[in-house]
Every structure is written in structure tokens, then in C-alpha cells.
């Protein structure tokens, strides 16, 4: 799996990101019926629920991370990601799981 990183933004409309570290484990979900934008992913942590979505705005991305566009076709319906930095204005994220069975290929070519 290629390496592909995330900002998360939109903290501060719900816990802020004070309290987010290095290493803690992300659910990200995505959001199809979404009013503001059909490619949103929301991004959720264990015990608290959504705290914020995939940035999709050139604003709100970060240095080389994906914008939501960039990801939306590359994962499933629900993915993993890790913290790797958290910085003013948002949170670096690293996916660990894309949710998209990465074996289909060896199961084709094993049905031939």
C-alpha cells in the first residue's frame, strides 16, 4: 500500500485538537449524503465520536497530504489512520487501512 497522509480539519467545531497525540488511532467514515459536499469523510476517535472531516479545501490541507477528492476513491466506506503531527490549524494523519480488499487481483487471476 502507497503511503497517504490526511489533515484532519475542523476541530475546534468539536473537541479541538489540544488533546490529540502522536499514535492515536482514527476512524474515518465516509459521508455520501453529505448537504455540503458529496466527498466528505468524517473522522472519529474511540470514546468521543466525530472530530472533524478529511480537509478537502486547499486551505485546510497541509503540506503533502490528500485532500478528501484525492482519498475518496481510494478507500472503503470506513478506513483507519494514526496521528503523525499535530500542528496550528489541523492534524496530520497517516492511513493504516484503506478498507478496500487489497487481495481482489490474486483472487481474479486465481479464477481464471
Known amino acids: 500500500m502507497e503511503e497517504m497522509y490526511f489533515t484532519i ?4 467545531h468539536y473537541f479541538g485538537s489540544d488533546f490529540m ?3 492515536m488511532k482514527v476512524k474515518l467514515i465516509k459521508e455520501p449524503d453529505n448537504e455540503y459536499d458529496k466527498e466528505a469523510i ?4 474511540k470514546g468521543l465520536g466525530k472530530v472533524g472531516y478529511v480537509a478537502n479545501s ?6 503533502e497530504s490528500m485532500s478528501a477528492g484525492r482519498l475518496y476513491d481510494k478507500l472503503g466506506d470506513k478506513a483507519k489512520g494514526k496521528v503523525v503531527f499535530v500542528i496550528d490549524g489541523g492534524v496530520v494523519c497517516r492511513i493504516v ?3 478496500v480488499e487489497e487481495n481482489l487481483n490474486i483472487i481474479d487471476s486465481d479464477l481464471q
Open 97 to 99: 487501512d484503506t478498507g
Open 42 to 45: 468524517q473522522v472519529k476517535i
Open 21 to 23: 497525540k502522536k499514535g
Open 9 to 12: 480539519a475542523g476541530c475546534n
Open 58 to 63: 486547499t486551505y485546510t490541507v497541509k503540506g
